[in-house]
């Protein structure tokens, strides 16, 4: 199977894994098996202009995309064959400018050209389309038309593209470069509207992993250990840096940063809007907080403004319900910390109050909820009598009658009887509310305790800053603790004010870290801590001679030195001389391997760098190892001509390739032998680098609209393919030589056309026209005369010439009215003078028949308020004549 049969099965196949899922895009295979062509449909928002050059907005869009020989060096053909209005996008051709240079496939192209059809992407100058270019400048509130992300998570497996792209059977069809630079050049739909420019790139982060917390029991300050990873401040711009892991092989000289790109720079705007959905405002407002001044969001300033807003109403609920509670309202507080809690969800604290007032509230009942009810409730049952009144007994004659009671002597009775009743209550009330306030005086001080215990774990942690805020909270707390606890109290706050006052704190409060027995400010010591680690991880493996990660350890090391200062001059150098050998031992595994596999460029390669750093190393055994890889190379030399060839081809560097080739045929030839097929096969690739980059040459002209330097190039592949159809083993080589001819035609069009475009906007019309004459001569002398496409092309010109003729006849009219203006306007408005006439203009208004009809305008002014005046002159086509048009001819 050819090499081009299996890059395009391996696109097929591609194409097809990516976006048989998708509902936005629709790939259909046009032409080949497998195919050369597909026809791509997007079912996305896009602009075009409608029949009455109006801009509208439609939701279906198609383009062709052709795949040349020599894929992927040289890029896609991409073409619209749908009306898309972008500036990009040109009836014959879409400008994907620097976009094919990065690596990119087939299907990263499909969903880069969809995002240019959806306004996401379009170039800034050199535009194909620069009155789209014009509009997408106008309207950018309007872009992107569709937000749709077109990339589909579906697993895509790479082209399997061979070592060598050169190597082809007897029969490959070269057309298919020849195809690439047909459809590029295609003049379907060429207008006078725009001057394709240079293709210009579209314009197109990176993320830092967190590293896991370490068990702050293993913590240990003085020496500043792993903790420091977690503290308020990471290893270089406070951002969290990952450490490699063993077998994550990185490059030396790979920056810090790179070693691993999450999306925002390290933040997430919309985990920050789901945290204020949630009313997380505490946890907002501190991650917001840390954010630096680079990172940056839409709605940043408005999430703080609603983050402070909701913590001030939250601090002011929250110190409501601190009141009610101390003034024994347990009811009242709870329900002013459940409004803390509607207001921010995570007020620190706050499920403790809420526990602690709620069983407070259980504890004293109805009494919770109305004190002074209670009060009124008992004097008022102080008024009713306790007992009911006993009957009189039957009077007894035989017995003497007792004198009877006053109404004085009745409520003394009755008063005496509620003393021990109301005593009890008393009684009850002053236990109930000393159980309250020893109760409240427990929670108040375990809160406090235990903020004082997050205030120390923070501290271990080097958060300083959030140490210093729970150990504040702790001590308000401590410091409202009354009655009861005084003495566990006094301690606690003892404790608390000792840490507040602690060097640890002080100095880290501002900005100093304890580094080896030593405060030193916390950029330094955040530099030297980093350095150590990865001067330590780099020797562990450099011990154990993984080479590639110790040096990749030792350059991140390095980079960190380099970034800040604070590492001492001499670790500097050790580091920078291990990571040296380091490299060397890379280098000189990896040219032994590479001969091993008979890579010998790559091989060449390697051993060179290896050599060169040698020689910089002080070692014992530096003669020895010189001597080695000089020998080495030497072997390796004679069979390196070839292979460099073979990378210069693909790599698309054909001037390069065929120097390599004809000093690997010179050597051949030095030591031919009969039967050897070497001969051959590189007097074909000889003769394949130069058509490539005659072709190439052609292609990059035609792309910088240098017409006739394209057309030379052409004529030059031609030549090159009728004198070597033999070796090149072509039958199809007067097919090839038609298609150069049809595009160094299509080249001359293109050319005629622009020229005479640039002649109409500098209104020089018979210039133009002899441009558009010039290009229906060229075409009628060709062999395409009779294609369609030409034939549209003839039409188009025909019409431009008729249309030019106009302008022309238009022109020259308007010059005679504007050169007579204030003359012909003052024959008729005798009342106005020359001098009063201002700003005159003159339009042509319609044509009817044969004769012309002309708007003259002007500002009247010298007579009180400016007057506009307007004057219509008829001009007759068949006799020359002019005169003034009251509308009634």
């Not at 195919?35 to 109006?54: C, F, L, N, Q, W």
């Not at 017995?399 to 004085?408: E, H, I, M, Y």
């Not at 097929?677 to 292609?699: R, S």
Request: with cysteine.
């Amino acid at each position: 199977m050819a090499t081009a049969t299996k890059q395009l099965e391996a696109i097929q196949q591609e194409i097809s894994e990516r976006f048989n899922q998708s509902s936005s895009i629709t790939v259909s295979a046009l032409e080949g098996d497998p195919p050369e062509k597909y026809e791509v449909t997007y079912h996305i928002s896009g602009a075009y202009r409608d029949e009455s050059g109006k801009i509208q907005q439609k939701d279906s869009h198609s383009i062709t995309i052709s795949i040349p020989f020599g894929f992927p060096h040289f890029p896609p053909s991409c073409k619209p064959t749908s009306d898309i209005f972008h500036p990009d996008f040109d009836p014959a051709a879409i400008c994907i400018g620097d976009f094919w240079e990065k690596d990119r496939s087939i299907s990263d192209l499909i969903i880069h050209i969809g995002q240019m059809i959806s306004g996401s992407i379009f170039s800034t100058s050199n535009a194909f389309n620069e009155e789209a270019l014009t509009w997408y400048k106008n309207n950018r509130s309007q872009l992107p038309f569709d937000s749709t992300d077109l990339t589909v998570a579906t697993s895509t497996t790479d082209a399997d593209i061979p070592d060598s792209p050169i190597t082809q059977e007897e029969d490959e069809d070269i057309t298919l470069l020849l195809d690439d630079i047909e459809d590029d050049a295609a003049l379907d739909d060429i207008t006078l509207e725009s001057i394709p420019g240079e293709p210009e790139s579209s314009p197109t982060g990176f993320r830092l992993a967190d590293e896991s917390e370490t068990d702050s029991s293993e913590l240990s300050m003085d020496t500043l250990d792993e903790s420091f990873l977690d503290s308020d401040f990471d290893f270089l711009d406070d951002e969290k840096k990952e450490e490699p892991k063993t077998g994550d092989l990185v490059p030396p000289g790979q920056d810090l940063n790179t070693l691993s790109a999450p999306a925002n720079n390290g933040f997430d705007p919309d985990r920050y809007k789901l945290m204020a959905k949630q009313k997380r405002f505490y946890e907002l407002d501190s991650e917001l907080a840390s954010l630096s001044g680079d990172q940056v969001f839409d709605e940043r300033d408005h999430l703080a403004q609603q983050a402070a807003s909701a913590l001030k109403e939250a601090r002011e609920a929250y110190d409501s319900g601190t009141e009610f509670e101390h003034q024994g309202n347990p009811g009242k507080a709870l329900e002013a910390f459940q409004r803390v809690e509607g207001i921010v969800s995570d007020y620190p604290g706050l499920d403790e109050d809420i526990e602690r007032t709620a069983q407070a509230k259980e504890l004293l009942g109805d009494w919770a909820d109305a004190p002074s009810d209670i009060n009124e409730g008992f004097t008022a049952s102080t008024e009713e009598p306790l007992d009911e009144e006993l009957p009189p007994p039957e009077p007894d004659d035989s017995v003497k009658k007792p004198d009877s009671r006053t109404f004085f002597e009745q409520t003394a009775r009755q008063t005496s009887r509620l003393i021990p009743f109301a005593l009890g209550i008393v009684a009850v009330l002053v236990i109930s509310t000393a159980g309250i306030y020893y109760y409240l005086s427990t929670s108040q001080l375990k809160q406090a305790e235990t903020k004082f215990a997050e205030c120390q774990s923070v501290l271990e942690q080097n958060r300083f800053s959030e140490a210093e805020r729970q150990c504040e909270v702790a001590l308000d707390l401590a410091k409202q603790v009354q009655v009861f606890k005084g003495g566990a109290r006094d301690g606690l706050i003892e404790q608390i004010k000792k840490v507040l006052s602690s060097e640890l704190l002080v100095q880290g409060l501002a900005g100093n870290i304890l580094l080896d027995g030593k405060y030193l400010p916390k950029d330094i010591a955040k530099t030297i801590r980093a350095f150590k680690h990865f001067k330590i991880t780099g020797d562990d493996h450099f011990a154990k001679q993984d080479w590639q990660q110790a040096a990749a350890n030792y350059s991140q090391a390095l980079t960190i030195a380099a970034q800040k200062e604070g590492v001492e001059e001499q670790l500097i150098f050790d580091v920078t001389e291990t990571m040296k050998t380091a490299e060397f031992n890379v280098l000189l595994r990896a040219g032994t391997e590479f001969i091993d596999r008979k890579k010998w460029v790559l091989a060449t390669q390697e051993l060179d760098k290896a050599l060169e750093l040698v020689k910089q190393l002080n070692i014992e055994n530096k003669a020895e190892l010189i001597d080695t890889i000089s020998k080495k190379l030497a072997e390796i030399s004679l069979a390196t001509s070839k292979e460099q060839g073979d990378l210069e081809f693909a790599e698309g560097n054909w001037q390069k390739a065929l120097t390599h080739y004809k000093e690997a045929l010179a050597s051949v030839r030095r030591s031919y032998k009969p039967g050897d097929p070497t001969l051959e096969e590189l007097k074909q690739l000889i003769v394949k680098a130069e058509l490539y980059d005659t072709v190439n040459n052609g292609k990059e002209a035609f792309t910088r609209s240098e017409w006739d330097e394209a057309i030379s190039s052409y004529e030059q592949a031609i030549v090159l393919l009728e004198s070597n159809q033999d070796i090149l083993k072509q039958t199809n080589t007067e097919e090839n030589r038609k298609k150069l001819a049809r595009v160094m035609l299509q080249a001359s069009v293109i050319r005629d056309k622009q020229s005479a475009a640039r002649h109409l906007k500098e209104k020089q019309y018979l210039t133009a026209i002899e441009k558009l004459q010039s290009i229906l001569s060229t075409i009628s002398d060709s062999d395409f005369r009779d294609e369609l496409e030409f034939k549209a092309v003839i039409k188009d010109t025909k019409t431009e010439i008729k249309n030019t003729e106009t302008d022309m006849l238009l022109a020259d009219k308007i010059a005679y009215l504007e050169e007579n203006f204030k003359k012909l306007f003052t024959q008729h408005y005798t009342a106005s003078s020359p001098e009063s006439l201002t700003e005159p203009a003159v339009e042509f208004d319609k044509r009817v028949g044969d004769k012309l009809i002309f708007k003259l305008v002007c500002i009247e002014v010298g007579r009180g308020r400016p007057l506009r005046l307007v004057m219509k002159y008829i001009h007759d086509l068949k006799d020359g004549s002019w005169r003034f048009y009251s509308g009634n001819d």
